[in-house]
T-cell receptor, first 109, second 114 residues
Framework: GQNIDQPTEMTATEGAIVQINCTYQ??????LFWYQQHAGEAPTFLSY????GLEEKGRFSSFLSRSKGYSYLLLKELQMKDSASYLC??????????FGAGTTVTVRA | IAGITQAPTSQILAAGRRMTLRCTQD?????MYWYRQDLGLGLRLIHY???????GKGEVPDGYSVSRANTDDFPLTLASAVPSQTSVYFC?????????????FGPGTRLTVL
């Protein structure tokens, strides 16, 4: 099976920066995804990394180090609407996605 | 553009009853997936289909069956529901011929088995 770890909860202040770490051990690697999921809603795609380095998309950035089995999602200029769960998912050698349990981010005013 | 639709939105079911969760996508994606999401466990793959006419087992397939008669529809059936199948079920689809093969999710079905 796959092993994907991310913190359970994080709290930050509006306007601040939060970094959500994800470590993984999988049989094969074919990309890492980050999804955002608001309470009671479906996961929505945020970012995709398959090569080492940083991918920037507006206020959100995602980093990958394949040799370390490590990724992070960086959320800048936090807004109240960013309060959600953030899911790290790894596509393995069989092209199946395995998800971490998710990190619940709470943004305080 | 509807994307992916699921029905019903929620359902309360007596144990032992048969139930089919419906999933339809209009993006012409070749691949479709069923996940369940339970608190603290994240999303777990139940069954998948890489193309119409083929299906495969995921991480937690026991008690569930699927069919893929055409590109758009991918129903999930619980033959005889048990309380441990209480969960939120998400259907997803992807274009596996695309560069990233990103999965897109439906709104989910909240199922309670009593």
């Amino acid at each position: 099976g796959q092993n994907i770890d991310q913190p359970t909860e994080m709290t930050a202040t509006e306007g601040a920066i939060v970094q959500i770490n994800c470590t993984y051990q999988t049989s094969g690697f074919n990309g890492l995804f980050w999804y955002q999921q608001h309470a009671g809603e479906a996961p929505t795609f945020l970012s995709y990394n398959v090569l080492d380095g940083l991918e920037e998309k507006g206020r959100f950035s995602s980093f990958l180090s394949r040799s370390k089995g490590y990724s992070y999602l960086l959320l800048k200029e936090l807004q109240m609407k960013d309060s959600a769960s953030y899911l790290c998912a790894v596509r393995d050698g069989d092209y199946k996605l395995s998800f971490g349990a998710g990190t619940t981010v709470t943004v305080r005013a | 553009i509807a994307g992916i639709t699921q029905a019903p939105t929620s359902q309360i079911l007596a144990a032992g009853r048969r139930m089919t969760l419906r999933c339809t996508q209009d993006m012409r994606h070749n691949a479709m997936y069923w996940y369940r999401q339970d608190l603290g466990l994240g999303l777990r793959l139940i069954h998948y289909s890489n193309t119409a006419g083929t299906t495969g087992k995921g991480e937690v397939p026991d008690g569930y069956s699927v069919s893929r008669a055409n590109t758009d529809d991918f129903p999930l059936t619980l033959a005889s529901a048990v309380p441990s199948q209480t969960s939120v079920y998400f259907c997803a689809s992807s274009d596996s011929t695309g560069a990233t093969d990103t999965q897109y999710f439906g709104p989910g079905t909240r199922l309670t088995v009593l």
